[in-house]
């Protein structure tokens, strides 16, 4: 499935966010691992990849959306001591509706890599390895066997037989694919089968709009890694991606549409509530992101 052409240096980060926005705003951040794999995967390439159903036209390279409706100034700052490994799908880092963008933007130790069936990146089994980290893969309970399969999550306030599990920080396995995609990657990953496997119970639908999901109980990728922030103890975080993927997703919307941003819409509002209360959320600064070498 992979050409090979120049199309751009695999190693390049993509141009900074150029859009216009609001005077108080942050400058731009700098691109995160999903970006930098957005770009690798380009360089391999053939030919430019054309997004189905979306909005036309140029994008801004920070948020994937159209210059007239860019979030980049909205993008939060929380301390969090989670991580995520997100194992994406050949094509899922160059798709604009992909969520686990969201995921990179929210939480600074998300890593990411592409999957391929016959082959896996070194610094993928590192960081699967690092002992700092407790991966959790995060899959349907029916799909593993019955010993592999916990609910729970170790953080400092639970029991653990090994308090030496309490240091570690829980770093969460993410299949970035379609439904199908995720189970054919779950089935033929040798590398992850050690791995305990988390299984989610959401009490709510799944209210992603950007793609179509044969049923209402399958998750987005951002659903999932709010479900697993709650999970491990970082509620304010949790709400935020929440409220974070709403944005994204009324913005993606109305420019499919060609009408102008809402600014002040409820999903909005909410966003603006949370990051409010991001300075009362821990004394410290947002966590740097954990780099690994490649």
């Not at 990849?49 to 007239?68: D, H, K, W």
């Not at 979030?71 to 994406?88: E, H, K, N, Y």
């Amino acid at each position: 499935m992979n050409g090979r052409s120049a199309v751009a240096d695999a190693n390049a980060a993509p141009p900074a966010c150029t859009a216009k926005v609001p005077a108080m705003s942050l400058p731009a951040p700098q691109p995160h691992a999903v970006s930098r794999l957005r770009s690798q995967r380009l360089a391999r390439s053939s030919k430019p990849f054309m997004a189905r159903g979306g909005p036309r036209g140029e994008r801004c390279a920070g948020c994937r959306l159209q210059p007239s409706h860019c979030m980049c100034a909205l993008r939060p700052l929380l301390p969090v001591d989670a991580g995520f490994c997100l194992l994406m799908a050949d094509i899922e880092p160059l798709k604009p509706s992909n969520t686990g963008w969201l995921v990179a933007d929210v939480v600074a130790d998300t890593f990411a890599f592409g999957w391929a069936r016959t082959e896996v990146d070194p610094a993928l089994l590192g960081l699967l390895a690092d002992p700092q980290w407790q991966p959790y893969l995060v899959f349907p309970a029916d799909a593993a066997a019955a010993g592999r399969v916990v609910s729970d999550v170790l953080v400092a306030e639970s029991p653990a037989k090994n308090t030496a599990d309490l240091k570690k920080r829980p770093l969460f396995v993410l299949l970035d694919a379609t439904w199908p995609e995720a189970r054919k990657m779950f089935r033929k990953s040798p590398y992850l089968d050690h791995l305990p496997v988390l299984s989610l119970q959401g009490e709510q639908l799944s209210k992603y709009r950007l793609r179509r999901s044969q049923r209402d109980e399958h998750f987005c990728t951002s659903e999932i890694a709010a479900l697993c922030l709650a999970l491990a103890g970082e509620a304010l975080a949790a709400q935020t991606l929440e409220a974070y993927l709403d944005v994204f997703t009324s913005h993606y919307l109305l420019a499919k549409q060609q009408l102008p941003a809402d600014m002040d819409d409820a999903a909005h509002h909410r966003l603006r509530a949370l990051r409010s209360a991001e300075p009362a959320a821990a004394n410290k600064l947002p966590r740097q992101p954990t780099t690994i070498e490649r």
